[in-house]
């Protein structure tokens, strides 16, 4: 009988034991169980979790990608596959032959004298192998010269109304010294090479600045005059 009392005192105490242990860290599944609670002996106090070192490492600020260099877009014409800067005009008050001549007129004063012309009164259609003057924009003041550019200039005119369109463009840089001739590349060349794109994009783009000038010059020389009343003054 004393031994199994004996027993029973020495299993109810390793009993409440346990019991107080448990209570002290607590079971995950408890409604009392400490989330934050961590074993000293299992990690040291300057430790960082991996979770805690994603975070910090995605609040860190990185510096934003490079943005890829857009080169100028151009119109490509789809049957010639040529660069092509195009147009129609309406203008109802204005008769084809007025136009016509207004075109000639124009052209004298916008193109050198060695353009090349052909004229086609009949059919109102004239077609100018036509020069200018090439330049790089350096600012908004200074640019520099590169040579010129060569293109057709072709208009067709109805009455009320005209076509034009500006192709087969070239840029012919300045000779070299020494050299017998200057070099001559397409715009297209320089538009589709995968070779010294900023270089080739930055004349296109300074060649497109001169051609929109050009054609705004165009378009209002071919303006009806106006007409000033004589009893308005």
């Known amino acids: 009988m004393k031994k199994t009392f004996s027993h029973l005192v020495v299993l109810l105490v390793l009993f409440l034991g346990s019991a107080t242990l448990k209570a002290q860290v607590g079971e995950p599944e408890s409604p009392g169980f400490d989330f934050n609670y961590s074993d000293s002996t299992s990690l040291d ?15 860190e600020k990185t510096d934003p990608l490079t943005k890829p260099y857009e080169r100028i877009v151009l119109t490509v014409d789809s049957t010639t596959n040529l660069i092509t800067y195009s147009g129609v005009v309406e203008q109802e008050e204005s008769g084809s032959d007025s136009l016509y001549l207004r075109t000639k007129r124009w052209a ?11 004229l086609d009164k009949r059919n109102q259609k004239l077609v100018y192998i036509a020069y200018i003057p090439a330049y790089s924009y350096l600012n908004k003041y200074t640019k520099r010269n590169i040579g010129k550019y060569e293109m057709k200039f072709t208009v067709l005119i109805k009455e009320g109304r005209y076509k034009y369109s500006v192709s087969n463009l070239v840029h012919e840089s300045v000779k070299p010294a020494g050299a017998s001739k200057a070099n001559r590349n397409y715009f297209e060349f320089y538009y589709t090479s995968i070779n010294n794109v900023r270089q080739y994009d930055s004349v296109l783009r300074a060649a497109d600045k001169d051609i929109q000038a050009l054609l705004a010059s165009y378009r209002e020389a071919m303006k009806e005059p106006k007409v000033v009343d004589e009893d308005d003054w």
């Not at 430790?47 to 975070?55: C, F, L, P, R, W």
């Not at 004298?108 to 052909?118: L, P, Y």
């Open 45 to 59: 106090s300057g430790a960082v979790s991996e979770d805690q070192e994603g975070s910090d490492k995605s609040n």
């Open 108 to 118: 004298e004063k916008a193109f050198t004298k060695d353009t090349k012309v052909e």
